[in-house]
């Protein structure tokens, strides 16, 4: 039991170590990151991991734990946005909660709960929230402050949670936002891409997906991927071009190497896993230059972050 509980602490200590020389490393936002509209961060403070997904789940406790159990845990599945921010020695969890506690209520957020750590649950409460991985956030499980709020917005129900905590002497917090609402069928099947490009020459694709601000490819975009494969399956003499589209988070220079590199990772997956002659399909990357939606909205982004398939 000693060797184990040695092991499990020395694991600890590497752990924190770890994320202490990330944190001190880095002094400018992750690439692709922003604050979310009418929240905004703490001065000083920088981002260390962003996710925006169009749909996913959020696990949100909006009552504190009773003898280690939740007694008010919801899950909220809509739009989600996770941001996490690290702010240097000086301020207090609670100044830094306080802060965002005060954004939420002029965007109109009311409060579900605000509690400390024993109020909450202590750690138990901490396994049971929305929190990015090491090293973007870290929960210190004895040292925690937790704020979940809920708005009206027109038809829209909105969920927002900020966890605050500390890591060494940096301040470490994490803003989710949930706006709930049911997936968009984003599912393309081989007969409306070969309508799509009889018409128009080309087609918008949402149903592939990549990791935030990579060209990994996500394995839910196998179904869509199976319906490119069978669009040109069944036309042996069709040739494509696969041009990847961004929003215009970041620089043009990032852009344009990211959808081209998204176009090649398509191209790729076809070739590799679905055997389609690679000479069939050329690539191309337009980052922003093409937008179908404003770039200013959330909205607007989400349509131009896409995958298109080109007839020549």
């Not at 949402?206 to 199976?226: H, N, R």
């Not at 620089?251 to 790729?268: I, P």
């Not at 690539?283 to 922003?288: D, H, I, K, R, V």
């Not at 607007?300 to 020549?312: I, M």
């Given at each position: ?244 589209h961004t929003d215009n988070q970041g ?26 002659a690679r000479g069939r399909m050329k ?6 230059l093409a937008p179908v939606g404003s ?18």
């Open positions: 039991m000693r060797r184990i509980a040695a092991r499990f602490l020395a694991a600890a200590v590497l752990l924190s170590f770890l994320t202490a020389s990330f944190a001190n490393a880095q002094d400018r936002d992750i690439a692709g990151a922003r604050d979310y509209p009418g929240i905004g961060r703490f001065g000083g403070s920088v981002i260390t991991g962003y996710e925006a997904k169009d749909f996913d789940a959020v696990k949100l406790q909006a009552a504190p734990f009773k003898d280690g159990k939740p007694t008010d845990a919801r899950t909220i599945e809509g739009r989600v946005t996770r941001i996490a921010y690290r702010t240097g020695p000086g301020p207090s969890i609670l100044e830094v909660s306080r802060n965002f506690e005060n954004q939420l209520s002029k965007a109109g957020f009311e409060p579900l709960l605000a509690c400390n750590t024993d109020d909450c649950g202590g750690i138990p409460f901490t396994e049971k929230i929305d929190v990015l991985p090491v090293p973007a956030m870290w929960v210190d499980g004895f040292d925690f402050r937790y704020v979940a709020a809920h708005k009206r917005d027109g038809n829209a129900d909105i969920y927002a949670t900020v966890v605050t905590s500390k890591n060494n002497d940096n301040i470490t917090a994490q803003v989710v936002v949930a706006v709930v609402g049911a997936m968009d069928n984003k599912m393309v099947d081989a007969a409306a891409m070969a309508k799509g490009l009889g018409d128009k020459g080309h087609i918008a694709l949402y149903g592939i997906y990549f990791d935030t601000d990579k060209a990994t490819i996500k394995p839910e975009s196998a179904p869509t991927l199976g319906e490119m494969a069978k669009l040109l399956n069944g036309q042996p003499a069709l040739n494509v071009y696969i041009v990847g620089s043009y220079e990032h852009n344009m190497t990211l959808s081209r590199q998204r176009a090649e990772a398509v191209a790729a997956a076809l070739a590799g896993s679905y055997k389609i690539t191309a990357g337009l980052g922003f770039n200013a909205t959330e909205e607007g982004r989400a349509l131009n972050r896409r995958v298109e398939l080109v007839e020549p």
